[in-house]
């Protein structure tokens, strides 16, 4: 519920390279159980964002709190410690591999000897797509390089949530993909948010945000532009917010127009 | 791109799927697997069966084991690194680098002699060592492998050369070494071998098909694990009913089988072999899957060292001696042609190591068969040639053919 401690929130992050000034005092809540969306045209800091809370990217300044503390986050590594995982864009998906080897791509379940043992991964990874109601893949013993566009977006998050994952970052994950696919992931994501997972979505559609966000949040030239709730608001108001929203937080000096690409 | 007409269920139990459907898949989906080398073999045992007069024989049975030991040996390294999707050009004259070493220590009065199996380890060792300092220029600095082990193919030849000098082939009395290549087991002893192999092999399918039923695992395709599982053992006794006819069960067949069990498990059944396979499908997934990418190209390139190096002592025990042309003339071609007939696929990630012995029975084949026919070297290499090109065009268009079913 909206009024509990967000999972995840960032305070004033603020991140430069060099002389570019990519993110200024943005803020950023994610609840569980609920998709929070990520808007904002090209450059505006979505990506630098995520690469902060994903550990690639450091930020200059600013908080991290999770699950109410402070954390830092270093490296790719702590995030997935604390329970992040990010699906990204081009997937990362082995396509000679099967569903099963992708799952556990990396995190293999073997013993002593190195030995897999693949009974048990295979029991696994069923058990997770039927949780998260993926009934398309027909064997999952199948090369990815088989599956669907859609099939292949949904192991992607599947591997991302079946390691006791407490927030999925998704980047633009219907990006590539068809109609009928789009609404196979989308339900996905829904699915994910009502398991009580934490997930941000990012994505230049707004149909699709719409259709699965809960929040949205708007950044505009690295700065918040705007925090709506899905169902108190429009397109048009986001779409506003997006190409011409002025910061909704200013701290010290007022931003002067066009700082930033 | 393709729609979802039907959904199909996905319960802890997959669905029901004939082994039949499988295969039918596989080759629709340009997964071509050993059939078309299978097949390929067979109509060439065939045809020269009907052609040449001591062909279909025990004796020439064994004599295509001894000789394709040293080409299979050299190919179980080509399938690991094909697999990352590298190559190997080095192997050649790596293997006459063991060859040369172990020659070297075996001699009796050259104040570095040393007795029984010692002169072997060394040479392997120096042949993994050599591969680990190839493997580490590919995987650390970045160089093409290519560049890499075209190096060591020029260099190792002139270590060859300038090792032997003008004092012409070292002769090899080490019996250890010798016997690599031409001990032959007695009868009994042949039997006795047919029989723990079938014993392992049906032990080892009862004991995985226990596992799985424990972890309500449904197995796919009981008649085919059953199938085998007698087909397996009949071939065992078989083989050795026609070596027993001759000399008897050759070592060098027994080490063909012993590394190709050993490797097969190695690729199908560790985490190492897993994340030898991710890399060479896609070496950006596996690093983001948190898989040391270097570390995995630089035990490939040892594990292409050490079987270069086996290869080495197999082919120097052959013709018990070590000159300055050794791990020359096709053994490189016929070691990568091998492991690409065999349906290893050049293009990384796809493959698997009896291609190595499918693929080396193939080549070896064809030499014997026309060797008896007194056919010059040259017919011999133009029909290598063509039939290599073929596996490569069949590969290839197998890839495009996966290419165009994903998605």
Redesign the interface.
């Known amino acids: 519920m909206p009024d509990e401690t967000p999972l995840l929130e960032l305070r004033d992050i603020t991140k430069s390279f060099g002389s570019v000034q990519a993110l200024t005092d943005v803020d950023f809540d994610v609840h569980r159980g609920e998709v929070s969306a990520l808007v904002g045209d090209n450059g505006a800091g979505k990506s630098t964002l995520i690469k902060v809370i994903a550990g690639i990217h450091a930020a200059d300044s600013g908080q991290i709190l999770f699950e109410g503390e402070e954390v830092h986050i270093s490296g790719p590594k702590d995030a997935v410690h604390l329970g992040i995982e990010v699906v990204y864009q081009d997937l990362a998906l082995c396509d000679n591999l099967d569903v099963v080897q992708n799952m556990y791509l990396g995190r293999e379940a073997h013993d002593v000897l190195q030995r897999l043992k693949e009974p048990v991964m295979e029991r696994r990874t069923a058990e997770t797509l039927k949780s998260l109601r993926v009934t398309t893949i027909r064997s999952i013993r199948q090369a990815v390089a088989t599956l669907s566009g859609g099939q292949r977006q949904s192991v992607a998050v599947a591997r991302a949530v079946m390691w006791n994952s407490k927030l999925v970052i998704l980047d633009e994950p219907t990006a590539a993909l068809g109609v009928a696919q789009t609404e196979q992931v989308l339900e996905l994501v829904k699915r994910l948010a009502e398991q009580g997972l934490a997930v941000i979505l990012i994505s230049h559609n707004l149909h699709d945000i719409f259709a699965v966000a809960d929040r949205i949040t708007v950044l505009r030239l690295g700065r918040n532009a705007g925090i709506f709730e899905r169902t108190k608001t429009t397109q048009n108001e986001v779409v506003h917010a997006i190409t011409a929203g002025q910061p909704t937080k200013v701290s010290g000096v007022a931003p002067s127009e066009g700082v930033t690409a | 791109?393709?729609?979802?007409t039907a959904?199909?269920?996905?319960?802890?139990?997959?669905?029901f799927?004939s082994f039949g459907t499988r295969v039918w898949?596989n080759l629709k989906?340009g997964?071509l697997g050993s059939l078309p080398v299978v097949v390929g073999l067979t109509i060439i045992v065939i045809v020269f069966s009907l052609t040449a007069q001591n062909f279909f024989t025990a004796v020439n049975f064994n004599n295509i084991i001894t000789q394709m030991a040293g080409t299979t040996m050299l190919a179980y390294g080509v399938v690991f690194v094909l697999l990352l999707g590298e190559i190997d050009l080095s192997i050649a004259y790596l293997s006459g680098i063991a060859g040369l070493v172990a020659a070297e220590l075996q001699q009796p009065d050259s104040g570095h002699f040393l007795p029984g199996i010692w002169p072997i380890v060394f040479a392997l060792a120096a042949a993994v060592a050599i591969g680990a300092f190839q493997g580490s220029f590919v995987a650390i600095i970045g160089v093409p492998a290519f560049v890499v082990t075209l190096a060591g193919l020029l260099a190792w030849q002139g270590v060859i050369q300038v090792g032997i000098g003008a004092g012409g082939p070292i002769i090899i009395q080490n019996r250890w070494i010798n016997y690599t290549e031409s001990y032959f087991f007695s009868n009994g002893a042949g039997w006795l071998i047919a029989g723990l192999l079938s014993v392992a092999y049906v032990g080892g399918t009862a004991a995985s098909v226990i596992?799985?039923r424990?972890?309500?695992?449904t197995i796919?395709y009981p008649y085919f694990v059953a199938a085998k599982a007698v087909a397996i053992p009949a071939t065992a006794f078989l083989a050795v009913a026609i070596c027993n006819h001759d000399r008897g069960v050759p070592l060098a067949g027994l080490e063909i089988i012993a590394f190709l069990l050993f490797w097969t498990f190695v690729a199908r059944?560790?985490?190492?072999g897993?994340?030898v396979?991710?890399v060479?499908?896609?070496a950006?997934?596996?690093r983001?899957?948190?898989?040391s990418v270097p570390r995995i190209r630089i035990l490939v390139f040892m594990i292409s060292g050490l079987m270069a190096g086996v290869g080495g002592i197999l082919l120097a025990a052959n013709v018990r001696s070590v000159a300055p042309s050794q791990g020359g003339g096709t053994l490189l071609l016929d070691a990568i042609s091998a492991a690409v007939i065999g349906g290893t696929s050049l293009f990384g990630?796809?493959g698997t190591v009896r291609s190595a012995v499918l693929g080396a029975a193939v080549i070896s084949t064809i030499s014997n068969g026309l060797f008896i026919f007194a056919f010059q070297p040259g017919v011999i290499f133009i029909t290598t040639g063509c039939i290599l090109l073929f596996a490569v065009t069949l590969d290839t268009l197998a890839r495009r053919r996966?290419?165009k079913?994903?998605?």
Not at chain 2, 7 to 15: K, N
Not at chain 2, 269 to 272: E, I, K, L, S
Request: glycine letters at 14%; aromatic letters at 4%.
């Open positions: 791109m393709t729609t979802e959904e199909v269920v996905v319960s802890t139990e997959p669905p799927e898949e989906g997964n596992n799985q424990r972890h309500g695992v796919r059944r560790t985490t190492f897993r994340h396979y991710a060479g499908g896609n950006e997934a596996a983001r899957a948190g898989i990630g796809r996966q290419a079913t994903g998605r």
